[in-house]
C-alpha cells in the first residue's frame, strides 16, 4: 500500500535545523544568509536562470515545476518550511532545471551559492544530510513514477489528498490547509483537469470528501486508503 505520494517526495527533512549533529556549520551558513521574502505566486527563480543561490524556506509553501517544449507542465515537488530550493542547480554548477512559485507568502533564508558550497567543504556532517535530503526526493521520484504506472487516477487523487493533509495540516475548519487549483492537483497526479476535476466529484458523491471551491475536506479517511489497497480499483 502506497504511504506517500509524488507530493511528498519522500519524508521531508530539515536540512539547516540547528543542533547537535552540526551547529557550527549551521551557524555559519545562517550567518552569511540574508531574508527574502515572495508573495503569493511569486516566482523565486525561473526555468534556465542562473543559480546564484540557495533558499531555505523558514515558512510557507512553494511548487517546483518544469515547462516542455511543447508548453507541457509538470509539477516536480512542493516545498515546505525546512526544506530547500535551489540546491540542484548550486550543487550541478548549471542554471535551474525548473522554476520555483510560491502557492503561499513564504518567507525564506537565501544563502549565496559560494558561501552553501564553502560550508558543504567543511563540514561533512552537513554534506551527509544534504545526501539524505536529496535521497528522499529521489524515492518520492521513484514512489511517482510507480503510482503513475499502477494506480487510477482516483487512487492518485486519493493518494496525493491523504499525502497533503500528513504533511501540511488542516486549517481552523478542518479543510487542508494547503489549497491547490485544481490545475496543480491534476498535474500533479498526471490526469487532464477535467477528469480530476470529475474524480473529485465522484468522491464527494461517495461521501469521502467535501469540497467548496478549492477547499477539501477529508471525511473518510479510512475508505481512502482503502482504495490504495487494490492497483485495479477504479
Aim: aromatic share 4%.
Amino acid at each position: 500500500m502506497p504511504t506517500s505520494s509524488s507530493f511528498a517526495n519522500g519524508v521531508p527533512l530539515p536540512l539547516l535545523k540547528e543542533d547537535e549533529r552540526a551547529p557550527a556549520a549551521i551557524k555559519r551558513i545562517k550567518q552569511q544568509s540574508s531574508a527574502v521574502d515572495f508573495g503569493q505566486g511569486d516566482f523565486i527563480f525561473h526555468q534556465g536562470q542562473g543559480a546564484a543561490g540557495v533558499y531555505d524556506l523558514c515558512s510557507g509553501t512553494a511548487k517546483v515545476f518544469k515547462t516542455t517544449d511543447e508548453g507541457g507542465v509538470h509539477i516536480v515537488r512542493l516545498v515546505q518550511a525546512g526544506q530547500l530550493l535551489g540546491h540542484h542547480a548550486v550543487l550541478l554548477g548549471a542554471p535551474h532545471g525548473a522554476a520555483a512559485v510560491a502557492l503561499t507568502d513564504v518567507r525564506t533564508r537565501f544563502i549565496p551559492r559560494d558561501d552553501f558550497v564553502a560550508v558543504l567543504r567543511q563540514a561533512p556532517d552537513l554534506s551527509l544530510r544534504l545526501l539524505r535530503a536529496l535521497s528522499s526526493e529521489v524515492r518520492g521520484h521513484e514512489h511517482q513514477l510507480l503510482s503513475l504506472s499502477h494506480h487510477t487516477v482516483a487512487q492518485r487523487v486519493a493518494d496525493t489528498l491523504l499525502t497533503l493533509e500528513a504533511r501540511h495540516g488542516t486549517d481552523a475548519d478542518g479543510a487542508l490547509a494547503l489549497s491547490l487549483s485544481r490545475q496543480d492537483l491534476a498535474t500533479h497526479v498526471g490526469a487532464a483537469t477535467e477528469t480530476t476535476v470529475r474524480t473529485l466529484t465522484n468522491l464527494k458523491t461517495r461521501n469521502l470528501i467535501r469540497t467548496s471551491g478549492r477547499r477539501i475536506w477529508l471525511r473518510d479517511r479510512k475508505r481512502l486508503r482503502r482504495m490504495l489497497d487494490c492497483p485495479a480499483q477504479a
